[in-house]
């Protein structure tokens, strides 16, 4: 068998799997919180976490989605991957963050782990959508309308880098592919926004769902 797929398969394979472990779920384990399946959205995230959990154990449980998502383009990277494979592994790792092997296919929205592989393909990127989406959250005070408009941001910055010679053209995969999937996983979000039922970020742990 060739080399180049095996390794291929072994940097698929390792994404989806760090992109699957449910950090929200193993911080309420390890710590004592509340399973933050059981509030809220039901999502494993830290935005559910929050809710669950309070501010302190939410952090935790988005600097490891963040992380998660960084250690699966960086597996990739070890492995000697191309940046389309890099792409790869990251979008492979927002999958699974949103529909995890070890919940059934359940899971979080998927948006700290995409930040996690996008600072490994591109800081800067990252530096430039983050205000967007912080900006979309403070206004409307809908965390997911601040996820979808930073992450589509995000898309388009790493396609105007590309396009600027600024960045190698195999991630554009990601660019375009991270943020479809971060959509999907909020369809249920976008269809309240649309019909005004969406839950507004209150910071305070026990909001209502």
């Not at 068998?1 to 929200?24: E, K, Q, T």
């Not at 960086?74 to 790792?93: F, S």
């Not at 590309?162 to 943020?179: D, E, K, N, T």
């Amino acid at each position: 068998m060739d080399p180049s797929l095996v390794r291929a398969g072994i940097a698929v394979a390792a994404a989806y799997l760090l992109g699957s472990l449910p950090m929200g779920v193993i911080v309420a384990a390890v710590t004592g919180g509340v399973d933050p399946r059981t509030v809220g959205s039901g999502r494993t995230g830290g935005n559910n976490a929050l809710r669950a959990m309070g501010p302190g154990r939410a952090a935790v449980v988005f600097a490891l989605d963040v992380a998660k998502g960084a250690a699966a383009v960086l597996v990739a990277r070890l492995l000697g991957a191309d940046p389309p494979l890099e792409a790869v592994a990251g979008t492979v790792a927002i999958f699974g963050a949103w529909r995890s092997v070890f919940l059934r296919f359940g899971g979080g929205r998927g948006v700290a782990t995409g930040i996690g592989g996008l600072l490994l393909i591109d800081p800067l990127a990252t530096l430039f959508a983050a205000p967007i989406a912080l900006g979309a959250i403070v206004v409307s005070r809908y965390v997911s309308l601040g996820s979808l408009l930073g992450s589509a941001a995000a898309g388009l910055i790493v396609v105007a880098f590309i396009a600027l010679g600024l960045l190698q053209p195999g991630y554009v995969g990601f660019a375009l592919a991270g943020p479809l999937v971060i959509w999907a996983a909020h369809a249920d979000n976008i269809d309240r926004i649309l019909h005004g039922r969406e839950r507004r970020f209150t910071g305070l742990r026990g909001s209502p769902p």
